[in-house]
């Protein structure tokens, strides 16, 4: 009989009592992994909502987004939607159904590592190939990607003005209530910071996506080699910017990063600048940032809230609520910022106006 397998808090504990402090990409990492892992985490019953499931019409429109520069594009063959961390399976399901209308019947194929969600997606899109990274995606074929709310998840290091140094912040676990606290370390960081660095003061804080820069120069390198574009929603900035935005989210309401590693959902704010540098030296045309509310207009999401409400009309209020969480400044529109890639020799995407 098999051990059963420690939990992820005493498995981090004896980590940083055989091999010293972690980082904070490494903790953020963990967590992560174990929380995605063992459950879904979306919903009224789970820890938090996306844009996808508030309302069809999220969906749809990054689709018809898609859809659209791939028609003027000269709609090119073998096309594949390809998502990164798609949730539930929602947006997808939305996306492809729009366009379908469009007469565009992409392969659809996912990048989740969630064993729990990767069940629930082959409930909305049946016909989906799963795959653990980005690397086993299709080498022929335009890529049509989305990732909403993905980058957010990934680690970050983050390093902590000291004196007038930097260092790596790392975790430890102290003794006295076995709390997990985030430290300065040891560790003098040197070089690879951005020149706002300079004025920083005393405790300042800087985060690096050191992992999702990574992953956006390998996406952006398969479109510049297959075709293609991506659309990336997330919240975030264009930086750099000095400051922690390490944050958890338990049951709809925030809560301490560093209590209960792998049962809070970890994100930080996306640095968008790095995001697009790294399709910029892929040999991609970066579109954007926009606010999320002003593509969603720019792509007819009032005409299509009129739409639904007119044919069904018990539903209206519910329908103008989604559409105003989705779009007004004071809830998803300005926070959460969208950006677009797409090949050189294809078109530019909708919604981009500034």
């Known amino acids: 009989m098999s051990a059963e397998p420690l939990p992820l808090a005493e498995r981090l504990t004896r980590q940083i009592a055989a091999g010293g402090p972690i980082s904070v990409a490494h903790y953020m990492a963990e967590s ?4 995605y892992a063992t459950r879904d985490p979306l919903g009224l ?18 689709g018809l987004c898609l859809a659209d520069v791939w028609m003027r594009s000269g709609r090119r063959p073998g096309a594949l939607y390809a998502e990164l ?19 565009l019947a992409p392969r659809v194929h996912c990048v989740e590592t969630s064993p729990v969600l990767r069940d629930r997606q082959r409930g909305l899109i049946p016909h989906v190939t799963h795959h653990d990274s980005i690397d086993s995606l ?16 990934l680690p970050v290091r983050q390093c902590i003005r000291v004196g007038d140094e930097w260092r790596e912040r790392v975790v430890i676990r102290r003794e006295a ?53 991506a659309i990336i929603i997330d919240y975030g900035y264009e930086g750099p910017l000095l400051g922690d935005t390490l944050q958890a ?23 968008f600048a790095v995001i697009g540098n790294m399709a910029r030296q892929a040999g991609l045309r970066v579109h954007g ?66």
Do not use: C
């Not at 299709?138 to 990607?145: D, N, R, S, Y």
């Open 289 to 354: 940032t926009v606010g999320q509310g002003d593509f969603l207009r720019q792509l007819g999401i009032d005409p299509r809230a009129e739409q639904l409400a007119r044919a069904t009309p018990a539903r209206a209020a519910e329908i103008e609520a989604a559409r105003m969480r989705l779009t007004d400044a004071a809830a998803m529109g300005t926070l959460f910022r969208v950006m677009a890639w797409t090949h050189p020799d294809w078109a530019d995407p909708a919604g981009f106006t500034a």
């Open 85 to 103: 961390g798609p949730g539930r399976g929602t947006l997808a399901a939305d996306a492809l159904r729009a366009m379908e209308r469009a007469a």
């Open 45 to 62: 019953e789970g820890d938090f909502t996306t844009a996808p499931e508030i309302s069809q019409m999220f969906g749809e429109l990054v």
């Open 177 to 229: 209530d076995a709390a997990f606290l985030p430290v300065p370390g040891y560790r003098r960081i040197e070089s690879g910071l951005p020149p706002i660095a300079a004025q920083a003061q005393d405790g300042a804080i800087i985060e690096t996506p050191i992992v999702g820069a990574g992953i956006a120069y390998a996406l952006a390198q398969r479109i510049a080699k297959q075709g293609g574009a």
């Open 32 to 35: 992560n992994q174990h929380y």
């Open 249 to 271: 989210v338990k049951a709809h309401q925030f809560a301490d990063p560093f209590t209960d590693p792998g049962e809070v959902d970890l994100t930080t704010h996306v640095d």
């Open 138 to 153: 299709p080498h022929e074929g335009p890529l049509l990607v989305v990732a909403n709310e993905f980058f957010d998840a």
